[in-house]
T-cell receptor, first 116, second 117 residues
């Protein structure tokens, strides 16, 4: 089975530019998560969706960040305008939201963002 | 509030040595899951194991074993006869109560394991 698929794997952009990260969750999973990993803050949850609906976006750092999930198989995380401090690895993850599944979250390979 | 502590920032061992990675957690909840993830140098996060808060049985999977002790709020991970391919950063994580949405994972800061020849 295909895992969580993220694109791009690596992105280098100039400060002020718009960045869009994309994610395709595991088929059938009804929860989708966006995490960010930095040296300073470790892994932190930005936002998560259930059945395409944003449930908790309290981790989104500021208004420059937005996330959408137009359908069950696709989500985007957008940063506009980007700043150097946004440089991080952004992970998308998904989960089948049944207790019997043990709530295991499966991660994509990450999108490595560098803002210069 | 939930918290996961991985006090060992970095561990270096010689191949074939056994190594234990410590994880201590804090939660007021009685129903939760604990996880271990591996992040190899290539960067992806790989799921290793999940443990239910009511299941304190130790688990062994090949060279990997996990010791969950609720009394000490610890969920330690042991690699027996370590190999160079085990070199990675290992994260311990704690979920919200699974009687709710159980959606948030709180991660520890990770332990970097370096296995040398």
């Amino acid at each position: 089975d295909a895992g969580v698929i993220q694109s791009p794997r690596h992105e280098v952009t100039e400060m002020g530019q718009e960045v869009t990260l994309r994610c395709k969750p595991i088929s059938g999973h009804d929860y989708l998560f966006w995490y960010r990993q930095t040296m300073m803050r470790g892994l932190e949850l930005l936002i998560y969706f259930n059945n395409n609906v944003p449930i908790d976006d309290s981790g989104m750092p500021e208004d420059r960040f937005s996330a959408k999930m137009p359908n069950a198989s696709f989500s985007t995380l957008k940063i506009q305008p980007s700043e150097p401090r946004d440089s991080a690895v952004y992970f998308c993850a998904s989960r089948l939201g049944q207790v019997i599944s043990g709530n295991t979250i499966y991660f994509g390979e990450g999108s490595w963002l560098t803002v210069v | 509030a939930q918290k996961v502590t991985q006090a060992q920032t970095e561990i270096s061992v010689v191949e074939k040595e056994d190594v234990t990675l410590d994880c201590v957690y804090e939660t007021r909840d009685t129903t939760y899951y604990l996880f271990w993830y591996k992040q190899p140098p290539s960067g992806e996060l790989v799921f290793l194991i999940r443990r239910n808060s009511f299941d304190e049985q130790n688990e062994i999977s090949g060279r990997y074993s996990w010791n969950f002790q609720k009394s000490t709020s610890s969920f330690n991970f042991t690699i027996t006869a370590s190999q160079v391919v085990d070199s990675a950063v290992y994260f311990c994580a704690l979920s919200e109560p699974y009687t709710g949405t159980a959606s948030k994972l709180t991660f520890g800061t990770g332990t970097r394991l370096q296995v040398t020849l």
